[in-house]
C-alpha cells in the first residue's frame, strides 16, 4: 500500500470515530506516535440555560502568591504601628504628658479607695493635733501640720494616713491631691499623696520656699552658691522643668503662685536695691527662660502673699496695701492702701476680699469689691482671724464664729464650742477647728441666714 493511500485511510477512519464520539487511538502522521487526537464528547445542554464556566486548573509546579503578599502586607502594618508607638511614647516622655498620665491614674485609684472607705470615716473627729502649725483642704478632706506630726483626712471624714517627718522646722504646701513638706532649716522635703508617700529628696543647699499648683507642680527655691537663689519646677512625677538661677539684683524669692493652667507663675521676691530692701513680683513662663514682665511694689511694703486667681487676676498681698495685678503686662489695676492701719488676716477673692485691720488700737472688718472698693467696715472686736467665700465672711473670736455678709451685716453667731476656734476651712464641707476637734461649722436654729455654710 502505498504512502498515500495509507493517508486516506487514516483520514476515514478519523471521520468514523467523530461521528460515533470516539477518540482516536491512531497517531498523527509526523509525529513520534505518543499523541492522539480527542474527539470532544456531544454535551446536552437544558434550553434558557447557560453553562457554568469551568475553572482554570493552576499547574502542579505554579503557586499562588497571594498569601505571600498578604504576609508581607501584614509585616509591614506590623512595623508602621510599632513605630507610631515608640514616636508617641517618645513624645509623651519628651512633654511630660506620660508623666502627668501615670499620676493622674494614681490620683484616681486614691479617690476610688477613699470612696469606698467612706463608712468609715464622719464628723466630728479628732484629729490628735492641738496645736497645728497649718491647716489646708486636700481633695475636699483635708491635712494638718504640727511641730511632729502629719495627718491627713479625706473628704468624708475618714483618717486616711499620719506620719512624722522629722524634720526641726517643718513646713507644708498643699496642690490639689498631692502635698509637700519640706524642712526649712534643711535640704530634705518629701512629697506625699492623700494616701501614701511619693518621693523623697534631698537638695545640694537648704531650701527656702516650696509652692504647689492645683496639678501637682511643684516649685522648690533653694540657695545658691554662686546665685541669690535658684527655683527649680518638678511635674506630678518629680521629673524637673524647669529652673532659673537669680541674681542678686533680681533678689530672693519669698513667695511663689502658679497660674490656674500651670503654665505660668509668679515669684515675688525681695532685693536690696540702691541701699533699702524693695520687693519685685515677676511674671514668667515654665516653658521660657527669658525674664518677664515685672511689678515693683512702693518703697517700703513687703510681700506676704500672692493668689493668681485668672488669666488676668493675680492678687498680691504687702504689708501696707493689696493690689490686684495684670500678668500680662505686671500693670497695677486695682488697689487699697491700709492708709497707716495694720493688716492681720487677709481673705482675697476674685468677686469682693475680707481684711481684718487694726485700725487706731481696735480691730476691724473691711470689705471690698472686685476692683477693691471699699464695700462696708464694721468693728470686730477681739476677733483674730478671718475665711471668707464667695457670698460670706466667717470672723475667728476667742470663743465664737461670727457670719457676716460682704455687705457688713451679720448672719448669725455660732458660740458653743468647747475650745477656742483655730481655723475655718472650706472643704467637702464648711469646718471649723477647735482644739484637736474638726466638726461640721453650722449656724445656729436661729441665725438669719443658713445658706452660706454651702458657699464653696
Not at 506590623?78 to 508607638?85: E, F, H, S
Not at 509652692?211 to 524637673?240: C, H, K
Not at 476656734?421 to 441665725?447: C, H, M, W, Y
Request: charged share 20%; net charge neutral.
Amino acid at each position: 500500500m502505498s504512502k498515500a493511500d495509507k493517508e486516506r485511510q487514516a483520514r476515514r477512519q478519523r471521520m468514523l470515530a467523530r461521528e460515533r464520539g470516539h477518540t482516536s487511538t491512531y497517531p498523527i502522521p509526523g509525529t513520534s506516535g505518543d499523541i492522539g487526537l480527542r474527539t470532544p464528547q456531544p454535551v446536552r445542554r437544558s434550553r434558557g440555560t447557560t453553562p457554568p464556566p469551568t475553572p482554570e486548573k493552576q499547574p502542579d509546579n505554579v503557586k499562588s502568591f497571594t498569601p505571600l503578599i498578604q504576609q508581607r502586607q501584614r509585616r509591614h502594618y506590623t512595623v508602621l504601628a510599632v513605630l507610631v508607638l515608640c514616636i508617641a511614647a517618645a513624645v509623651f516622655v519628651f512633654t511630660g504628658a506620660m508623666s502627668a498620665s501615670i499620676a493622674l491614674l494614681g490620683d484616681a485609684a486614691d479617690s476610688l479607695s477613699l470612696y469606698f472607705n467612706r463608712s468609715d470615716g464622719g464628723w466630728p473627729v479628732n484629729t490628735g493635733i492641738s496645736e497645728p502649725i497649718q491647716i489646708a483642704e486636700l481633695a475636699g478632706g483635708f491635712v494638718e501640720l504640727d511641730s511632729e506630726d502629719v495627718v491627713v483626712y479625706s473628704a468624708y471624714g475618714a483618717k486616711v494616713r499620719s506620719f512624722q517627718p522629722g524634720y526641726a522646722r517643718p513646713v507644708m504646701a498643699v496642690g490639689g491631691t498631692h502635698f509637700v513638706v519640706y524642712n526649712r532649716a534643711g535640704s530634705e522635703l518629701q512629697v506625699s499623696s492623700r494616701t501614701k508617700a511619693l518621693y523623697t529628696k534631698t537638695f545640694d543647699n537648704s531650701i527656702l520656699l516650696c509652692a504647689m499648683s492645683n496639678n501637682n507642680t511643684l516649685a522648690v527655691v533653694t540657695e545658691s552658691g554662686r546665685y541669690a537663689a535658684q527655683l527649680q519646677i518638678f511635674d506630678p512625677s518629680f521629673r524637673q522643668t524647669y529652673s532659673w538661677e537669680m541674681t542678686q539684683n533680681e533678689g530672693t524669692p519669698i513667695a511663689v503662685a502658679f497660674s490656674p493652667d500651670n503654665r505660668q507663675f509668679a515669684a515675688g521676691t525681695l532685693a536690696a536695691r540702691q541701699g533699702q530692701l524693695g520687693c519685685k513680683v515677676y511674671f514668667m513662663s515654665t516653658s521660657s527662660n527669658s525674664e518677664g514682665p515685672a511689678y515693683t511694689a512702693s518703697q517700703g511694703s513687703m510681700l506676704l502673699s500672692l493668689d493668681w486667681q485668672s488669666e488676668s487676676r493675680v492678687v498680691a498681698v504687702f504689708d501696707t496695701y493689696i493690689a490686684v495685678l495684670d500678668p500680662r503686662t505686671a500693670t497695677e489695676t486695682a488697689r487699697y492702701d491700709f492708709g497707716g492701719a495694720t493688716l492681720q488676716s487677709a481673705a482675697p477673692g476674685q468677686r469682693q476680699t475680707a481684711l481684718l485691720l487694726n485700725i487706731r488700737g481696735g480691730n476691724s472688718l473691711v470689705t471690698l469689691d472686685n476692683d477693691l472698693t471699699p464695700l462696708a467696715e464694721i468693728p470686730a472686736r477681739q476677733a483674730y482671724g478671718i475665711k471668707a467665700t464667695d457670698t460670706a465672711v466667717y470672723l475667728l473670736c476667742p470663743n465664737a464664729v461670727e457670719c457676716y455678709g460682704f455687705d457688713g451685716v451679720q448672719n448669725w453667731v455660732q458660740d458653743n464650742f468647747s475650745a477656742r476656734p483655730i481655723q475655718v476651712l472650706k472643704a467637702s464641707e464648711l469646718l471649723v477647728f477647735t482644739g484637736s476637734r474638726a466638726e461640721v461649722l453650722t449656724p445656729p436654729d436661729n441665725a438669719n441666714n443658713t445658706n452660706n455654710i454651702n458657699d464653696s
